[in-house]
């Protein structure tokens, strides 16, 4: 059981809300929730929230996420919520407005705790060491409700765990991939477990193609006051794996002065940068699009003084673009400027097939993102890994692409089947209705949960609602067990046409 905060950068209660009612199987709480209209409870609870704002907070709320190591079939919608009911009461207190949503759209099933930070008193929610706290509850309901551990407990007693950025975090939530970050920490802590010496150290991270650059001391040019690892695009502190120099110095026994000799023996020039293009034939409608849109990364991400040159908002990534006639030039591209570029060329009207010039990463990340986008790149055969990656990130992110999701697979029929590859039908990974949609709990042969389950018939518990649309012809495709059986048919019947799946949206229920 793993409990984390969700940091709000851009606080948006009312999208949160929304989030976390649309994908839930079942719910429960103090907030009142009209499942009938989830837009206009968002809205509520959004309005409610900032009515008790003071001048000085950005925002009123709170979101935790709790994971689970048990798979879905040994952990019912009522057991979570139970879990989740005593997780608030026992640190947050439940004299505050409170959500809890149980999803299962993931491999394992999670909470989304969505709270009031200031209780009915009006006094803000503030505990000392609160993630310490948490830790400590976490291994207490794990003992009390006989939860699984094993891969938590790995990082508990990790005495360097693999801490990642926010945005890293955002990337592997959001795709379902291991970020470049922690790809790189893990490969770094494995170096440091295998070097016997410092200097043995230095020569594995030089050959595995990271680059170490010096801090010299603002106040004293002849000491170091640390350094930094680079590898590719991506920054890595050292503090944040166990690699600093008191670490090092500490676990090979040699003075500040002989690591310092070292990281300057080894530093590296700052690499150059990587440049890489997208060209495509002239488009078919070269006027630009009369209304863009200003929510794609193109403008969210990226900003512009000409409408050519496009540097990132986030000073941190040394990433730009420039859109020309028929291509878009780049500079250090990673997946959103590489997004970003292809949304540029297809305000020119320009639809591809795209041809790539670039390094083989580049070309994998271009194919990965057209992929997504339902474009064609026509330089680049996917490898086995690569149909993996993006049938996983298709997976993930079903519900925000449904019709990528037929389109892939259509796309990419006859590549799945020369590659040998074998996947679990991905209905078995969408989310499920409860098996039970009463709002009481079930009777427990166990004493300590039927005490509970007293306990919870007074909490608002609510099925998520349901749907009694008849499934569609490509729904009842992809429930087949039998994923190739299902791939060849869908080849068959959908020569040259794209399959839509409906949008999911919750029809009413009425408690």
Known sequence: MFIKEVPRIKPNTRNLANYVLKKASQISGNISVDTANLNESAK????????RLTAKQKSNEMHYIVSFEESHDVITDEKLLLIGNELVKRHFGDNRNFLLAVHRDTNNPH???????????????????????LETLAQKLEKKHSLK??????????????????????????TGQESDEKKYKNELKGILSDAKTPQALFVAMIEEGFTIRANKSKTDPTRLS???????????????????????????????????????????????DEFAEISSSPGTDPEPDPKPNRRESLYTKFKTSDGVNYTSKDEKYKTGFTVNANSVSFTNPNEISIKAGMQALIAQGIKGPFYLTGSEDFKRKTWLVSAMMGLEVSNY????????????????????????????LEFHLEALKLKGLQFDTISKTETQPSKSLT?????????????????????????????????????????????????????????????????????????
């Open 226 to 272: 640390g350094y930094y690892i680079t590898k590719g695009s991506t920054s890595i502190k050292p503090s944040s794996i166990g690699f600093q120099m008191s670490k090092l110095i500490e676990k090979y026994k040699v003075d500040e002065n002989g690591i310092s000799q070292l990281i300057l023996r080894f530093e590296s020039p700052l690499p150059p």
């Open 149 to 174: 551990n094993e891969q938590i407990s790995e990082s508990r007693n990790d005495p360097n765990p693999t801490r990642l950025n926010y945005a890293s975090k955002q990337y592997e939530n959001r």
């Open 44 to 51: 509520a609870i959004e309005l409610d929230f900032n009515s």
């Open 381 to 408: 055969e996917p490898t086995k890994s690569d149909l993996t990656a993006l049938f996983e990130r298709v997976k993930t992110n079903q519900e925000k692409y449904p019709k990528t999701k037929v389109k892939l």
């Open 111 to 133: 909470l989304h705790l969505v709270m009031e930070n200031r209780d009915f008193d009006n006094k803000a929610f503030f505990k000392k060491d609160n993630y310490r706290a």
């Open 439 to 511: 709002t009481e709990l079930p009777q427990n042969t166990n004493q300590t949960e039927n005490n509970e389950d007293s306990k919870m018939k007074n909490k608002k518990t609510i099925p998520a609602p349901t749907t009694n649309q008849p499934k569609t012809k490509a729904e009842q495709l992809f429930a087949e067990a039998d994923i190739d059986h299902a791939l060849a048919k869908l080849g068959h019947k959908q020569k040259g046409k794209s399959v839509e799946l409906p949008n999911f949206i919750p029809l009413s229920y009425k408690p």
